[in-house]
């Protein structure tokens, strides 16, 4: 599945679902390193300066941290990729997460090898596997 690729056909409602449930591995993944997964509304803030000054903030804001044009992670792109393996290997059980998708069987439980296949994949291998480290695969 390329998703970078139109599918030359009307989205059902199984393409929506999977939308829908890819979205929600990111913000699984997102809220159990502790963010906050952006839920943002046009809004006109009245702010003030510090040396009190009024104006007003129109922007993008997220209702939930009240960060301006915060965008959401999409952890299936490269960059996103690289986000989630930077954060993985920040945890203390990045050894055993490594362990549990690594192919490589020579012994070495600490080795730090990451199989090619969960970087170049670009329908969220890598992903969906934290996804499933991280919240036990709910659905
Ligand atoms: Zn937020």
Known sequence: MNRDHDIGREPTDEDYKWATQDMNKDKDIVEAFGGCWHESTFQTMNRKTPGGK????KAF???KCGK?????PDFT????????LKEMRK?????LFV??????????FYSDYVEIDYITDTAGKFRDATWKWLCGGKT
């Open 68 to 72: 301006r044009h915060a965008v959401n």
């Open 54 to 57: 009024r104006w007003q903030d």
């Open 99 to 108: 362990h549990e998708i690594g192919k490589c069987n020579s012994g070495h």
């Open 61 to 63: 804001i997220c209702d």
């Open 91 to 95: 945890r203390v059980d990045w050894h």
């Open 77 to 84: 792109t490269d960059a996103g990729k690289v986000q989630l």
